[in-house]
């Protein structure tokens, strides 16, 4: 993992331990491509090399190519990339919700969403710009009506079979892995690595039935102990000692239902605490838009 092969230069752990003979060049070199917009010779020059995806490696697409470039030129862009990071809030516009500071990806399907919710309230909002806004914000253009896009999205996920797809996924990651082969270490390190990580996308979004999470749950159970989904086999652990903290003398495995409900109150410190933001901006509209609607109806 740190060793310099070939070509590719030196790892930062070598500047790192010899930074005291290597400061004055490493600043010279750094300096002279802000000063001159340009590399001193060498200093960007890159190769390509490739990696085999599996032991028996035959044919080309058994490699992933990737690109070594040197040190110096990684100083280089990461200074920029520091420099610029403060402007991107400036720059970008702000429908763009993923990839800058501050901002979140999910902004935009909760925009989306809001302003369904302000449509079937009766709130006057136009379809036409919706659509565009959903489409900026990187969300689908629905050619639909919005009173089957209300079942779609707020309705059919109240239901225990919506999230069948979810719990499939699970089931299908599962059978790609040999449980049995695996020590009951490695099932732990997968458990929290990739079965615990995989329905975070919907949680942030969706408040998960319980007898959904009760089904996720028993997925995961059954993993640990290497068992079949269906197999009647004697748990040498309970879940509940698996999902309590090691403090007291747990596995330290985040439950579904602690990962969703704190997913869920992220948005409501972001709303607090980011309340200039496009997202909370949103909100407060509909909501002064509604206030407005009820008041007329009174």
């Known amino acids: 993992m740190d060793k310099s092969l070939g070509p590719d230069g030196f790892t930062f752990g070598f ?18 491509f802000f000063k001159y917009g340009t590399f001193l010779r060498g200093g960007n020059s890159s190769f390509i090399a490739l990696i085999p ?36 809030g400036d720059i970008v516009n702000e429908v763009q919700s993923a990839f800058v500071t501050n901002r979140q990806i999910l902004d935009g399907p909760f925009i989306f969403n809001e302003l369904l919710h302000c449509k079937f309230l009766g709130v006057v909002v136009d379809d036409e710009k919706v659509n565009r806004a959903a489409k ?9 009506p919005f009173s089957y896009l209300g079942i779609k999205i707020g309705g059919l996920m109240s239901r225990i079979n919506s999230w069948d797809d979810i719990v499939a996924s699970l089931h299908s990651r ?17 458990l929290k690595s990739v079965l615990g990580s995989m329905p975070i996308y919907y949680m942030s979004m969706l408040k998960v039935l319980s007898q959904v999470l009760k089904s996720m749950e ?9 068992a079949e989904s ?39 410190w972001h709303f607090r605490n980011d309340c200039n933001s496009l997202w909370a901006r949103v909100i407060k509209y509909c909501m002064e838009k509604m206030v407005d609607l009820v008041v007329g109806i009174w």
Request: aromatic fraction near 12%; proline fraction near 1%; charge should be positive.
């Open 15 to 32: 500047y790192r331990r010899y930074w005291g003979i290597l400061e004055k060049d490493v600043v010279n070199a750094v300096s002279y």
């Open 53 to 88: 995806k599996m032991q028996d490696d035959k044919l080309v697409k058994d490699f992933r190519p990737i690109s070594l470039i040197g040190s110096l030129y990684k100083i280089v862009a990461k200074t920029l990339e520091n420099r610029h990071v403060v402007l991107l």
């Open 136 to 144: 900026k914000i990187g969300c689908l253009t629905f050619k639909m």
């Open 174 to 190: 599962l059978s790609k892995w040999k449980m049995k082969t695996l020590s009951i270490g490695d099932r732990l390190t997968l």
């Open 218 to 226: 028993a997925i995961r159970c059954h993993f640990f102990n290497g």
């Open 230 to 268: 269906k197999e009647n086999k004697l748990m040498w652990v309970k879940w509940s000692i698996v999902l309590a903290s090691k403090e007291k003398g747990g596995l330290g495995v985040s439950s579904y239902f602690a990962l969703n409900r704190a997913l869920m109150f992220k948005w409501v």
